[in-house]
């Protein structure tokens, strides 16, 4: 991979314990590469150390035990072992805040704590989705403290809970200010296929890649709104749009958007026009006021007041274990301003609230699928609960 001149490792992944840094660590780690998980979380830290995946990531178990046996995976909640690393990959971005414009303090508190063990010669790598222009702004802040140390943003675009397959398989975008960066990023994450962007090119990139997924969901629930409002069978409609019709297959079904990601780039986008992406915010509302659509469908056949309302699936997508700002704790909150009593369950989700999937069949009076994940397939569900499955995915089993 070229000199590494006084480095004794080959790359620390900063904020490296979570579902996009892990990944990434674990891949280069297989590789051989000498490789630092750096994360706070001291607990994410202990776990990782002792063998464990904090998460689900499709074959990551298997590569966890092999690279800490071969020792190319090390694992610390200080951050000491950042000087010794030549590449820095920062998994920290620039979320949104209440009202929804972009707030910098993260990343801004990640370079602050990180300062005293950067050195001249490192390069940053900038892996999560930034607001467009952050990463000239990380590399005028790092020449303004009197550190020779090149930043390039590299953003990862894969599907979470199957990472380590996509990292293989996928082109990665690269940036970075000058060909000399370029090169060692490219040396770094050793893929075949590259493309190559100015940086700021690279921020728009991932967050018109993200805000394209989040309007397509949007126009397809809005469309099922529409069919639903009028007692229509919007399967039977979405059936009609694709079938043996090319121009239509990638038309997705409907079903809550959600997530760590989709909002919150939508938005990251709708603040750098100055508020004028009219899709974007369109799209946010449509997306997030499904939970409220589908509980005025319940509402509608059915009296909540003295009812128990089931939600199966609390992640935001399926067979995952993540619900960072997944939809179903929305429509949970809807729920419970409506209903008797509100019983959650998900086989992944480490929520002690959650109840058994078999005690939401047997003491709801209406099922909601909040998320599709494959245990719910096939359900006996009492004839006399109302299931409401946007989805479109559970096949009903007499009870």
Known sequence: MGSKSSFRMDVAVIGGGGHVGLPLALSFAERGLQTLIYDTNAAVVETIRSGRMPFLEEGAQAILDDTLARKTLHVASEPDGISQCKHLVLIIGTPVDEHLNPTFNAIHRAIEG?????RDGQVVILRST?????TEHIQQLLRDKGLSIEVAFCPERVAQGHSLREFRELPQIISAFNPETLLQVRELFGNIDYVEMAPMEAELCKLMTNAWRYMQFATVNQFYMIASQHGLDFNRILHGCRHKYPRMAGMPGPGFAAGPCLV??????????????????????VNEGLPAHVMAQAKGSLSLRDATVGILGMAFKAESDDSRDSLSYKLKKLASLEAKRVLCSDPYVRDASLVSMETVLAESNV?????????????AIPASTKLVDIWNHVERLPS
């Open 114 to 118: 990180c300062l005293s063990h950067l």
């Open 130 to 134: 930034v607001y467009p222009g952050i």
């Open 367 to 379: 099922i909601f699928i909040g998320a599709p994940h494959a245990a719910y397939k096939k359900l």
């Open 264 to 285: 919150k780039d939508t938005m990251q986008l709708a603040a750098f026009s100055s508020n004028n992406f009219v899709l974007g915010h369109a799209a946010m509302l």
